[in-house]
Every structure is written in structure tokens, then in C-alpha cells.
């Protein structure tokens, strides 16, 4: 049997043969459509890796809240969750970075961890020392994510149980 080959039907116009795309455009199309995507992911990507810096830069220094200031705001979040029936809440969660050792010693239990900590982070302990730990409030200090295997976000809970 002889083989047969498959042609064009002779009757298609030159007219739709012009409006329908090669394959190298289309592949031209998809190349260039990835690169667009993967463009538009690099600039997400040094979008938030600014904002992540700039976060961590301004957690870093002092807040400026007065004890006033930070109790206000604790009230708030200590009401609502006694209203919720509970008996501890996390307050606070900040990037490792905060810590001299990126959260090893936290995360460790070590003793002396407390002095690990920096800006934001380490006022908050402060405050917690100087005004709650005196009223029977407990603090923990955890690490609450593991990207990569590593130490990543630390959570503050305070607790009155």
C-alpha cells in the first residue's frame, strides 16, 4: 500500500492562510509571554524584599510608644480575647532579623535569649518585665515558622493562666 500524504485542501484561500500564524510565532508568543511573567515575578519579588528591609529597619528602633501608649494597645488585645473565652493570645510577630542570632538561642530554650533581641522586639520584653510580669502575665517567646528548615518569624504570646 502506498503511503499518502496529507496536503492542504486546494481550495483554501490565500486570504485565510494569511490570518492564521505560523508555529514559530506561536512558540515566539509563549517565549515571550514567560519572559513577561517571570519579569513581572523578579519585580514582586524586589518588591517586598524592599518592604521586608524597610519593615525590619523601622522594627528595629524604638517604636516611641510611651508605657501609656503600649498598655492601651495591650488592653485591647488582652479584652478581646478574654471576651473569646481564652487565656493567652499572641501580641506580637517579627522577622527573625530582629534577633542577633536570627532566633537560634529562642528557639533553643537557651537561657539569656532575652538578650538576643533588638528594637521593637526587645521593648516589647522590656515593657513586659517593668509592668506585666508584676501583674502575673507570663511571656513565651517562639519560633512560629520554619521556611527552609530554619528559624523564621518569632511570636510573642503573653498569657494570665
Request: charge should be positive.
Given at each position: 500500500?502506498?503511503?499518502?500524504?496529507?496536503?492542504?485542501?486546494?481550495?483554501?484561500?490565500?486570504?485565510?492562510?494569511?490570518?492564521?500564524?505560523?508555529?514559530?510565532?506561536?512558540?515566539?508568543?509563549?517565549?515571550?509571554?514567560?519572559?513577561?511573567?517571570?519579569?513581572?515575578?523578579?519585580?514582586?519579588?524586589?518588591?517586598?524584599?524592599?518592604?521586608?528591609?524597610?519593615?525590619?529597619?523601622r522594627l528595629?528602633?524604638?517604636s516611641g510608644?510611651?508605657?501609656?501608649?503600649?498598655?492601651?494597645?495591650?488592653?485591647?488585645?488582652?479584652?478581646?480575647?478574654?471576651?473569646?473565652?481564652?487565656?493567652?493570645?499572641?501580641?506580637?510577630?517579627?522577622?527573625?532579623?530582629?534577633?542577633?542570632?536570627?532566633?537560634?538561642?529562642?528557639?533553643?530554650?537557651?537561657?539569656?535569649?532575652?538578650?538576643?533581641?533588638?528594637?521593637?522586639?526587645?521593648?516589647?520584653?522590656e515593657f513586659?518585665?517593668?509592668?506585666?510580669?508584676?501583674?502575673?502575665?507570663?511571656?513565651?517567646?517562639?519560633?512560629?515558622?520554619?521556611?527552609?528548615?530554619?528559624?523564621?518569624?518569632?511570636?510573642?504570646?503573653?498569657?494570665?493562666?
Amino acid at each position: 500500500m502506498a503511503k499518502r500524504s496529507v496536503q492542504p485542501a486546494a481550495s483554501a484561500s490565500a486570504d485565510s492562510e494569511a490570518h492564521l500564524p505560523s508555529a514559530k510565532d506561536l512558540l515566539q508568543r509563549i517565549a515571550q509571554e514567560r519572559v513577561e511573567k517571570a519579569s513581572e515575578a523578579a519585580r514582586r519579588e524586589e518588591a517586598a524584599a524592599a518592604e521586608k528591609k524597610a519593615l525590619i529597619e523601622r522594627l528595629s528602633k524604638p517604636s516611641g510608644l510611651s508605657d501609656e501608649d503600649i498598655s492601651r494597645r495591650a488592653n485591647v488585645i488582652i479584652q478581646r480575647a478574654v471576651n473569646g473565652g481564652q487565656t493567652s493570645v499572641q501580641v506580637y510577630r517579627f522577622p527573625n532579623q530582629l534577633c542577633t542570632d536570627r532566633g537560634r538561642a529562642i528557639n533553643q530554650s537557651e537561657a539569656g535569649w532575652e538578650g538576643t533581641l533588638t528594637g521593637t522586639a526587645k521593648e516589647l520584653f522590656e515593657f513586659w518585665q517593668r509592668r506585666m510580669r508584676p501583674l502575673g502575665y507570663k511571656i513565651r517567646f517562639e519560633v512560629v515558622e520554619f521556611p527552609g528548615g530554619m528559624p523564621g518569624d518569632i511570636g510573642v504570646t503573653l498569657s494570665w493562666e
